[in-house]
């Protein structure tokens, strides 16, 4: 079973930069895409971020484009997510998942379960 922990959260300004990660147990991230998903406080989740296996692709919420970098480091069984010019509306309970495609992972057919999750707060 795999069990992925969130990590890196905090809080900042508007305006102001922080680096999430996320480390894996019980399964690889190699062969599988991987990203990223937020909750808003009272509302759903909702994706942010994921970034294929072997060619790396990444695909991105059009609210965060520009704003955030996914990266993965399959050698440490690792994914990152790099958020620049945080907004207020950024504010949410991050958390990382792993799926067999961007494709479902979007949706979010995901390995496992949610997990632990970071809390990202923005204040402006």
């Known amino acids: 079973q795999v069990q992925l922990v969130a990590s890196g959260g905090g809080s900042v300004q508007a305006g102001g930069a922080l680096r999430l990660s996320c480390a894996a147990s019980?399964?690889?991230?190699?062969?599988?895409?991987t990203g990223w998903f937020r909750q808003p406080p009272g509302k759903a989740r909702e994706f942010v971020a994921a970034?294929?296996?072997?060619?790396?692709?990444?695909v991105y919420v059009d609210s965060v484009k520009g704003r955030f970098t996914i990266s993965r480091y399959d050698a440490e069984n690792t994914v990152t997510l790099q958020m620049n010019s945080l907004k207020p509306e950024d504010t949410a309970v991050y958390y990382c998942?792993?799926?067999?495609?961007?494709?479902?992972?979007?949706?979010?057919?995901?390995?496992?379960?949610w997990g632990q999750g970071t809390q990202v707060t923005v204040s402006s």
């Open positions: 998942a792993i799926a067999e495609t961007i494709a479902t992972l979007t949706e979010g057919v995901i390995f496992g379960s």
């Open positions: 970034i294929s296996w072997g060619d790396s692709r990444a």
């Open positions: 019980g399964r690889t991230f190699s062969s599988y895409a």
